[in-house]
């Protein structure tokens, strides 16, 4: 079965041309998007990640291409056209396609373009990541400042992501110029120090308000663990119990070597393990 595309009032084949050269999403990476993770047919944390999706609308002064309640009925019928039950949703939304390239915004009538599509996923795959674990290296950080917008200005994250798997590791930690990890290319980072607290950076600008994160924190609110949100550096890492990574797709995944570093025991630790059961109601 061929893959479908919403793109702005039409369903088609994802590989059929229905974007403007003028997009400014192409031109200018002027465009916000979500990510949803399916499992049995249900999109976890599904009012978050809409919340999170008109935040970044409204940081970049961006008009939302129609409703919520229009939206959902968009992905659940680009879910069902695909026969997505594990996998996930995809939404971009552009500032849509003026009738000239300019860096300024386009007439406030220019209508925004909405693309959405899903994906399955193998499931047995990604639950073998998350029991085996992955390894990771670190990258200085050189995104733009604003990192808790999630604009489809990635270029540095493919980047890392590119490095990382030429140093044959899955993901890529950025690292300030104090020290400190900031998160993943497209994930959360977290550790088990080594007094047995789990901590992660708190909010800002300076990282993506993740989603999984958030419901992890509550997890383990409820686990009664005690939880740090402060900064830790790669050498604060190396020498945790424990190190993991979330996204929506990859929630509560080991890490079991940084910058070729063993972690722990090496393998998946018992706090990882407890949240991603927790989460997944395992």
């Known amino acids: 079965m061929s893959r479908v595309a919403y793109v702005n009032g039409v369903y088609a084949p994802l590989r059929a041309p229905l974007i403007s050269v003028l997009d400014r999403g192409l031109q200018l990476a002027d465009a916000i998007y979500e990510v949803w993770a399916v499992r ?3 999109l976890f944390d599904a009012d978050a990640h809409m919340a999170r999706l008109q935040r970044s609308l409204e940081e970049l002064q961006m008009r939302a291409p129609m409703g919520e309640r229009a939206l959902w009925l968009v992905i659940r019928e680009v879910m069902r056209r695909n026969r997505v039950r594990d996998g996930i949703v995809y939404v971009q939304i552009s500032r849509g396609a003026p009738s000239a390239r300019d860096h300024v915004f386009p007439d406030p009538q220019t209508p925004p373009t909405l693309i959405v599509t899903a994906k399955s996923l193998d499931r047995a795959a990604l ?5 085996q674990g992955v390894s990771v290296i670190s990258v200085p950080e050189t995104r ?3 990192r808790d917008i999630k604009s489809v200005n990635l270029l540095p994250n493919v980047l890392a992501r590119q490095a990382a798997k030429e140093a044959g590791a899955f993901e890529a930690w ?4 104090q ?13 088990v120090d080594d007094a047995g607290r789990l901590c992660t950076r708190g909010l800002s600008h300076a990282l993506l308000h993740g989603v ?14 005690h939880i740090e949100e402060k900064p830790f550096s790669i050498a604060e890492a190396q020498a945790a119990r424990e190190a993991f990574i979330s996204s ?5 995944v080991a890490v079991t070597k940084i910058d070729g570093v063993r972690i722990g ?5 018992p706090v990882t393990r407890l949240l991603r059961a927790a989460y997944l109601g395992a």
């Open 144 to 146: 733009w400042a604003r």
């Open 40 to 42: 049995d047919g249900r």
């Open 265 to 269: 025991a090496g393998k998946v630790g």
């Open 179 to 191: 020290g400190f990890v900031t998160e993943g290319t497209s994930s959360t980072a977290w550790i």
């Open 248 to 252: 929506a797709s990859n929630p509560a």
């Open 212 to 225: 999984t994160r958030a419901a992890l924190l509550q997890v383990a609110k409820s686990r009664d663990l």
């Open 127 to 131: 639950a073998a990541r998350a029991e």
């Open 174 to 177: 950025f690292v300030d110029d």
